[in-house]
């Protein structure tokens, strides 16, 4: 018996409408059904493995799993929040991208392009962004993924005029997302909130912005909860021994990793997909 943090994005019930990102999200494995979260935690739980806080997690030797949902999908508090009361578990952890709390910025850049080749097409959306064209979507989306990576405001509008996103539609994308209340009212739950940057870029990728990242949206979710924020989610997983060097410095006590490196501050996480975890070989 080991222990794990299992990992979760968009989790939609099959009953209800399909989000405007599905077919993206679906190809990538990160939408779940709340029916798939409960399986999850029946499987553990009658294995006799206990849900714990990311505290108690750190310290116990085994048998212990906890719930992080990453990205601040509003998905979290309509379907997740109320499957957590029925399952008592009380203290599951959600990682925040504090940009999309904000009401006049605009959605992330691959929001944009996710909408965008849900309701188009792959070869048209890739035209659009001046790149070559791909068959295969997996290699599309990471080359999208560079591109958007170091976006700046001014660029992302200029995406979404590019993309012929009105903003009608650039206000439905952003309720995908929480709002600051929703946040509020989980930390109030006795949730914790971990920070998952301000823009959701990838770390590693450009340093000289990452220190500001992990400081900037500490503060900003510390002064929304009125509570420390302890713990840092990093986007996509990525970091290395300089980003956790600034993770320290800027007051960090646990990082949410994919990959784990050793270091007992970074914890590794499970990649909780649609396919359930009683084939995943981490429980065995
Ligand atoms: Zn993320």
């Given at each position: 018996m080991k222990?794990?943090?299992?990992?979760?994005?968009?989790v939609e019930d099959g009953n209800k409408k399909v989000s405007n990102f599905s077919t993206i999200y679906k190809f990538k494995r990160?939408?779940?059904?709340p029916q798939i979260i409960q399986r999850d935690v029946e499987f553990l739980r009658n294995r006799g493995w206990l849900h714990v806080g990311l505290s108690d997690f750190k310290h116990a030797e085994k048998g212990v799993f906890h719930l992080s949902f990453d990205d601040g999908y509003i998905d979290h508090i309509e379907t997740v929040v109320p499957l957590l009361r029925k399952l008592?578990?009380?203290?599951?952890?959600?990682?925040?991208?504090t940009s999309v709390l904000e009401n006049n910025v605009l959605p992330l850049p691959l929001d944009l392009i996710y909408f965008h080749i849900s309701h188009g097409s792959l070869k048209t959306t890739l035209r659009q962004l001046n790149l070559p064209e791909e068959q295969k979507l997996s290699r599309a989306l990471e080359k999208i993924?560079?591109?958007t990576n170091e976006m700046t405001p001014r660029e992302i509008r200029i995406l979404s005029k590019n993309l012929k996103i009105d903003s009608a539609?650039?206000?439905?994308?952003k309720k995908q997302y929480m709002r600051k209340e929703d946040v509020v009212s989980l930390a109030e739950q006795g949730f914790e909130i971990c920070s998952h940057g301000v823009t959701h870029r990838d770390l590693t990728a450009n340093v000289k912005y990452?220190?500001?990242?992990?400081?900037?949206?500490?503060?900003y979710l510390?002064?929304?909860?009125g509570e420390q924020i302890n713990v840092f989610s990093f986007p996509d997983g990525q970091y290395n021994t300089e980003i956790l060097r600034f993770c320290n410095k800027a007051g960090y006590k646990t990082m949410l990793a994919i990959e784990g490196n050793g270091d007992s501050q970074v914890l590794p996480r499970v990649f909780a997909t649609s396919e359930g975890l009683w084939q995943n070989k981490f429980i065995n």
């Amino acid at each position: 018996m080991k222990k794990i943090v299992l990992m979760y994005h968009r989790v939609e019930d099959g009953n209800k409408k399909v989000s405007n990102f599905s077919t993206i999200y679906k190809f990538k494995r990160t939408v779940v059904s709340p029916q798939i979260i409960q399986r999850d935690v029946e499987f553990l739980r009658n294995r006799g493995w206990l849900h714990v806080g990311l505290s108690d997690f750190k310290h116990a030797e085994k048998g212990v799993f906890h719930l992080s949902f990453d990205d601040g999908y509003i998905d979290h508090i309509e379907t997740v929040v109320p499957l957590l009361r029925k399952l008592k578990i009380k203290q599951a952890s959600f990682s925040i991208t504090t940009s999309v709390l904000e009401n006049n910025v605009l959605p992330l850049p691959l929001d944009l392009i996710y909408f965008h080749i849900s309701h188009g097409s792959l070869k048209t959306t890739l035209r659009q962004l001046n790149l070559p064209e791909e068959q295969k979507l997996s290699r599309a989306l990471e080359k999208i993924k560079i591109l958007t990576n170091e976006m700046t405001p001014r660029e992302i509008r200029i995406l979404s005029k590019n993309l012929k996103i009105d903003s009608a539609t650039l206000k439905e994308i952003k309720k995908q997302y929480m709002r600051k209340e929703d946040v509020v009212s989980l930390a109030e739950q006795g949730f914790e909130i971990c920070s998952h940057g301000v823009t959701h870029r990838d770390l590693t990728a450009n340093v000289k912005y990452s220190y500001k990242e992990l400081k900037e949206s500490k503060e900003y979710l510390a002064n929304l909860i009125g509570e420390q924020i302890n713990v840092f989610s990093f986007p996509d997983g990525q970091y290395n021994t300089e980003i956790l060097r600034f993770c320290n410095k800027a007051g960090y006590k646990t990082m949410l990793a994919i990959e784990g490196n050793g270091d007992s501050q970074v914890l590794p996480r499970v990649f909780a997909t649609s396919e359930g975890l009683w084939q995943n070989k981490f429980i065995n």
